[in-house]
């Protein structure tokens, strides 16, 4: 219950959840099925309580991968198939806001790649899906709108790419034939150099400013390039 403010889901007050639960789909880190009844029967159950067609079921199962699987008991489940049911179970009632939290904690690779690429095809369809978790490569592939909270406040709100490119640091490499009197040149015009293993590393200055240099000098360059720093990277900082 909130203390002040206002809240609105599908512009129904955030107080009255019996206006907007119907069309709301959820799951929690952890999906909570009976273990001793098949996935076809747990969504039965489910189909039931909430007063969603029962034929959608099976279609369900098939459209999350579980169609052969279905009338296999839930305990025999992998931790893949147990969240796929439990995606499953959120799209019971064809809702138009989808709220995930940690769908992707544990699954193995491809089990990532099949979360993400559902959960992009649920929102291509106009629904809303609003995604909590700490796998930040896997929301820089996925997310659209990036929400950051911090110590339960709200740090900031915008696109991914705006993110990574307003917290993130970046920097240029570069690799030459002519490193090491390059970077001698650089640093007489008081640019900031760092060498590595056969690369140099530019901070606070900009491609285009290192490749005319190079090009006033006569300096040959095999690698020019800016690198900015992960999702992960930013929101480290900005945290």
């Not at 929690?28 to 098949?38: K, M, R």
């Not at 400013?209 to 930013?234: C, F, M, P, R, W």
Request: charged letters at 20%; aromatic letters at 6%; a negative charge.
């Amino acid at each position: 219950t909130p203390t002040t403010g206002q809240g609105h889901i599908l512009g129904e007050p955030i107080e009255h959840p019996e206006k907007y639960l119907s069309r709301v789909g959820a799951m929690i880190e952890g999906p909570a099925f009976y273990p001793a009844l098949s996935g076809h029967e747990n969504l039965m159950v489910l189909a039931r309580l909430g007063g969603f067609p029962i034929e959608r079921v099976q279609t369900l199962l098939e459209k999350v991968g579980l169609g052969e699987r279905g009338k296999s008991k839930y305990k025999t489940y992998s931790l893949g198939m147990k969240q796929r049911l439990g995606i499953a179970s959120v799209m019971l009632g064809d809702p138009k806001v989808v709220i995930l939290d940690e769908p992707a904690n544990g699954l193995d690779p491809e089990g990532i790649r099949w979360i993400r690429e559902m959960l992009k095809h649920l929102a291509s369809q106009g629904r809303s899906v609003l995604v909590s978790s700490h796998l930040l490569s896997e929301m820089a592939l996925m997310a659209d709108d990036l929400i950051v909270i911090g110590k339960g406040r709200l740090i900031t709100e915008c696109t991914v790419p705006a993110f990574i490119d307003r917290y993130a640091k970046k920097w240029v490499v570069v690799k030459s034939p002519q490193l090491d009197s390059f970077v001698s040149v650089a640093q007489g015009q008081g640019m900031h150099v760092s060498l590595g293993q056969g690369v140099a590393e530019f901070h606070g200055v900009e491609a285009a400013t290192i490749g005319e240099l190079a090009a006033k000098n006569n300096v040959v360059l095999h690698e020019l390039s800016t690198q900015t720093g992960s999702l992960e990277d930013a929101f480290l900082e900005v945290t």
